[in-house]
């Protein structure tokens, strides 16, 4: 016995010995796909067939929906649609929400939609944020100072000229 571990090297190519290293299977070398993820995607696929849902909140999409944008949320169980900031995105598959705080009498409301519900009818961006958020959730807008206030008249703007463009053509 030595105080040192044996150590040989690994078996490779040695043509002048007429050894090869065996060659292993394809399917060894590529992980399982996770069945979760797997569940997850078909959840998606379903749910979000066009794919538009996913593209408006994915991080890879330079025109989506960013923190500080203000969103019009339209649903089934409401009878007015909900507008606001957004404040954040919890991205979880097919559990992805997003916060939006706005104003009803003016009393700050917070309130969280599952992107790929089937209540939420629509999601539509009504304003871009002017520049990038520094920060992923932009709690502090629950402050006096932060906080924006009622973005009705911002939505009754684009309303007006969405019609507007509408009734052109």
Partial sequence: ????????????????LGLAPTPTHPHILRPAPSPIEAH???QIKKMDPSGTRTRLFSKQNPDSARVGDILL????????????????IRRRGI?????LRGQLT???????FKIYSRSVTGIEIVKRA????????????????????????????????????????
């Fill in 40 to 42: 997850h995607a078909y």
């Fill in 1 to 16: 016995r030595t105080a040192f571990a044996v150590y040989t090297t690994p078996l490779t190519a040695r043509p002048h």
């Fill in 73 to 88: 949320v339209t649903s089934k169980r409401a009878a007015e649609p909900f507008a606001g900031v957004l404040v954040g």
């Fill in 106 to 112: 003016k009393i700050g409301v917070e309130m969280w």
């Fill in 130 to 169: 002017k520049k990038r958020a520094r920060r992923a959730k932009l709690t502090y807008l629950r402050k006096p100072k932060h906080d924006i206030g009622s973005v009705d008249h911002i939505v009754r703007e684009w309303r007006k000229g969405r019609n507007v463009f509408a009734s052109a053509g």
């Fill in 95 to 99: 559990e992805t929400a997003i916060l």
